[in-house]
Antibody
């Protein structure tokens, strides 16, 4: 079954860290760039980060640059998002996404709540 | 940077055709996609590559493209189609989203 499954979300205090995971199955994970996208409660979608298929290139939205870090392990078909120095405005559902000419997929998301 | 513009809301009666437009320069060179999102649920991909429908998506959902505009058409809208609809595209290492259209079917 072709799917993306995120995990690792939860409630965390401001300033703390969290690592999200996205496990892929049913397709050749290693050939696709992987994106992370987030959606704050009641808001639209915001692109957060991308990592190229071979892991050599990362790019980030200005709003998270320096605090979030994306990585991947192609041997485990998994992409990660490390969230550091979390702020209240990072509260959102985080989705991993494939958005290529050959494949489009969304995970079901994982909720991150930043609260004292 | 690229932007995608879609109407914030649309209202149709059951059985009518709903058309949601999405405009932006990026669509002249990159594919448009559409997803449906209901409250508290994850996005459901409806259309990819401007016009392609994933398996399992009802035939009443279709996509079209012309120049810098893509359009999602729902033929014979049903009450269950009441949801938020977002267009998006991918270019230059990023994913660009429209602001979403709230479709009301009543």
């Amino acid at each position: 079954q072709v799917q993306l499954v995120e995990s690792g979300g939860g409630v965390v205090q401001p300033g703390r860290s969290l690592r999200l995971s996205c496990a892929a199955s049913g397709f050749t994970f290693s050939i696709y760039n992987m994106h992370w996208v987030r959606q704050a409660p009641g808001k639209g979608l915001e692109w957060v980060a991308v990592i190229w298929s071979d892991g050599t290139v990362e790019d980030y939205a200005d709003s998270v640059k320096g605090r979030l870090s994306v990585s991947r392990d192609n041997s485990k078909n998994t992409v990660y998002l490390q969230l550091n120095s979390l702020r209240a405005e990072d509260t959102a559902v985080y989705y991993c996404v494939v958005a290529s000419d050959a494949l489009d997929m969304w995970g079901q998301g994982t909720m991150v709540t930043v609260s004292p | 940077s690229y932007e995608l513009t879609q109407p914030s809301s649309l209202s149709v009666s059951p059985g009518q055709t709903a058309r949601v437009t999405c405009s932006g320069d990026v669509l002249a060179k990159k594919y448009g996609r559409w997803f449906q999102q209901k409250p508290g649920q994850a996005p459901v991909l409806l259309i990819y590559k401007d016009t392609k429908r994933p398996s399992g998506i009802p035939e009443r959902f279709s996509g079209s493209s012309s120049g810098t505009t893509v359009t999602l058409t729902i033929n014979g809208a049903q009450a269950e189609d009441e949801a938020d609809y977002y267009c998006y595209s991918a270019a230059d290492n990023t994913v660009i989203f429209g602001g979403g259209t709230k479709l009301t079917v009543l």
